[in-house]
């Protein structure tokens, strides 16, 4: 009696686990997905708090805004570090380095015989109009119009290709040593 008891208890949980295996497989999937979405979400909420360590106005860019117009650039450039050459050179670092410098990439003559850093005001007006800024270059790219835009993907290019507090503060020294730099002039032309 007692056995036949036991024999129908233990049926019972093998049928019932047998059960919560088979509903439980298909239920994981979903699980793993919220859980990658969800880490996916607090990287890109993280990249947006280090937007806030930036100088003004990329302090107030918004990284999504940054990423998807920085997908105008991607079929010619890479920014990781050690990222291959394509049409255009590695943008790694490229903040504090010299204009036309990669290793490993041929530049126009415009390129080569220019001698200076790169900063965010210097991207602003090569990014407005690439053409008219270093002409003779070779970077066949109509440019960023919108002033937003192109705040977002500077502010994104600075948290995406290394760029550190101690550039900022070179390029604070620069933009004292050449107060000329005729950023203002860029910034309105581009409004839409
Ligand atoms: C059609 C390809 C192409 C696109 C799109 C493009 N670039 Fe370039 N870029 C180049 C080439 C080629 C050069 C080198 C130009 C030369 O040597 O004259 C270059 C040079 C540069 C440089 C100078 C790098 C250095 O080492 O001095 C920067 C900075 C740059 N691009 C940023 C960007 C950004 C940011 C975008 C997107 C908003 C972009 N580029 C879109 C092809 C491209």
Redesign the pocket.
């Known amino acids: 009696m007692f056995s036949r008891i036991f024999l129908a208890v233990t049926f019972c949980v093998i049928f019932a686990s047998c059960d919560r295996t088979t509903t439980a497989a298909p239920g994981t999937a979903p699980t793993i997905e919220q859980e990658s979405a969800s880490i996916a979400n607090t990287s890109t909420m993280s990249l947006q708090a280090s937007f806030d360590a930036l100088p003004a106005p990329y302090s107030q860019a918004d990284y999504n805004l940054g990423r998807r117009?920085?997908k105008?650039?991607q079929?010619?450039?890479t920014i990781t570090e050690g990222g291959r050459n394509l049409?255009?050179?590695n943008?790694h670092g490229?903040f504090g380095?010299t204009?036309?410098?990669?290793d490993g990439f041929q530049?126009?003559r415009?390129?080569k015989a220019e001698n200076f850093e790169?900063t965010p005001e210097r991207?602003e007006e090569?990014?407005a109009n690439p053409g008219d800024y270093l002409p003779g270059?070779?970077?066949?790219?109509a440019g960023?119009r919108r002033p937003a835009d192109r705040h977002a993907?500077i502010a994104y290019?600075m948290v995406e290709s290394g760029y550190s507090s101690a550039q900022n503060a070179d390029q604070e020294a620069e933009m004292n040593e050449n107060p000329g730099i005729p950023g203002s002039e860029a910034t309105g032309e581009g409004n839409e």
């Open positions: 117009t920085f105008n650039c079929s010619c450039h049409v255009g050179p943008l490229v380095r204009v036309g410098t990669a530049y126009s415009a390129l790169w991207l090569w990014l270059n070779r970077m066949t790219f960023v993907v290019l």
